[in-house]
């Protein structure tokens, strides 16, 4: 069964910094892909940067990249230049290819503070 | 830019009634779910949707649920007879391609006295 793991119930970055959000996974599947989302306090989850299992490269969107770890099965996101409206909830999430529909799981999330 | 989009935004009803949320997925999009966040936790599966037939559901998804796509532009969940512990946020889903990311509502919260 797959499973996501956000060990970092909350974190606390200034302004223009970098900061990284950790991100581990189970899977048995050899194919899969990895997702973070952001959630504000508004509520709505925002896309942000997908790695799949075979890249070779890391993903990078922007501010953020994906530091993609196989071995360890780690998928922690690092957002650059960190900006007051980065503050929100970053989710972490995977799909399994052989899953038939194709669902995403979730981790439990990490609340991002970003102070000025 | 194209966005799925949920009715209503929020909704009040009393225990034991009954309860329709809307969704109007990304029109060329085929795959389609609905999620749970239940206030502070974490973003849970409850089904997916193609070709007009559930995929899968997790455990959550019980007799209580159901979902239909009543005429291939609204997906719709169904509660039936609602609980206290039914009160979440409740998302709507969609993908264009096997491999894409999901797109979602902004979602639809319930609470249920």
């Known amino acids: 069964a797959q499973k996501i793991t956000q060990t970092q119930p909350g974190m606390f970055v200034q302004e223009k910094e970098a900061v990284t959000l950790d991100c581990t996974y189970d899977?048995?599947?050899?194919?899969?892909?990895l997702f973070w989302y952001k959630q504000p306090s508004s509520g709505e989850m925002i896309f942000l940067i997908y790695q799949g299992s075979y890249d070779e490269q890391n993903a990078t969107e922007g501010r953020y990249s994906l530091n993609f770890q196989k071995a360890r099965k780690s998928a922690n996101l690092v957002i650059s230049a960190s900006q007051l409206g980065d503050s929100a909830m970053y989710f972490c999430?995977?799909?399994?290819?052989?899953?038939?529909?194709?669902?995403?799981?979730f981790g439990q999330g990490t609340e991002l503070s970003v102070k000025p | 830019e194209p966005e799925v989009t949920q009715t209503p935004s929020h909704q009040v009803t009393q225990m034991g009634q009954e309860v329709i949320l809307r969704c109007v997925p990304i029109s060329n999009h085929l795959y389609f779910y609905w999620y749970r966040q239940i206030l502070g936790q974490k973003v849970e599966f409850l089904v997916s949707f193609y070709n007009n037939e559930i995929s899968e559901k997790s455990e959550i998804f019980d007799d209580q649920f159901s979902v239909e796509r009543p005429d291939g532009s609204n997906f719709t969940l169904k509660i039936r007879s609602t609980k206290l512990e039914d009160s979440a946020m409740y998302f709507c889903?969609?993908?264009?391609?096997?491999?894409?990311?999901?797109?979602f509502g902004e979602g639809s919260r319930l609470t249920v006295l």
């Open positions: 999430a995977m799909r399994e290819w052989g899953n038939q529909g194709g669902k995403l799981i």
């Open positions: 889903a969609s993908r264009g391609r096997l491999t894409g990311e999901l797109f």
């Open positions: 899977t048995s599947d050899q194919s899969y892909g």
